[in-house]
């Protein structure tokens, strides 16, 4: 997932006081590197942006950016880093979800499943199509800088131990995801990042 910024972002000095979009734990992170995280409703986006209210916005990828109109007032599309794609869950009240037949559970599971990869898999199509269309609207796509790169790194680590003092449930669920994590990077690395590095 990326972010539009009204102007190009070369080093940690050009974040500092910059007012942007962005929820949650990216925007605890952002907040650290010195931006002022602001949160907004999806139809009010476009139109802080374009007055300025807002100097940047982080959405969802391209194929839904370009439905927002953010190439716009925005020509510069910087990669994400705080969220690698989305995904979508079903909630259940658990005591009533436990009552249901193994018949039943099963379904409800593969539907689940079969909707966060259809979705997944939708996404990189429409956003590969409409990435393209973003380079002829002459948006500029860029990376942020390593140095900014280190200290979001640095700035995450810092929100995450934060956030697994006040919660437990956050601690748990942060600690499966980095072991699951160091599992597969060394896997990935030689797998599908190598395969597209050499195609």
Request: net charge neutral; aromatic share 12%; no cysteine.
């Amino acid at each position: 997932m990326g972010g539009w910024f009204r102007k190009p972002i070369d080093s940690l000095e050009d974040l500092k006081g910059l007012k942007m979009r962005i929820p949650g734990l990216g925007g605890e992170v952002m907040a650290k590197l010195g931006v002022n995280p602001v949160l907004l409703p999806a139809g009010e986006i476009y139109t802080a942006l374009e007055r300025g209210t807002i100097d940047a916005t982080e959405w969802v990828g391209p194929a839904l950016d370009i439905r927002m109109g953010f190439y716009k007032v925005a020509k510069y599309y910087y990669t994400g880093w705080h969220e690698p794609g989305s995904i979508l869950e079903l909630t259940f009240n658990k005591s009533r979800f436990d009552k249901l037949s193994e018949e039943h559970k099963a379904i409800i599971q593969y539907a689940s499943e079969a909707m966060t990869s259809e979705m997944y898999h939708e996404f990189i199509h429409e956003n590969a199509i409409a990435l393209k269309k973003l380079k002829s609207l002459n948006v500029q796509i860029k990376d942020f800088p390593p140095q900014i790169i280190k200290a979001a790194k640095k700035a995450f680590l810092e929100v995450a131990k934060e956030q697994s003092t006040s919660s437990a449930d956050f601690e748990k669920v942060f600690d499966s995801m980095e072991r699951y994590y160091s599992l597969v990077k060394p896997w990935t690395e030689i797998s599908e990042s190598r395969f597209y590095s050499i195609r």
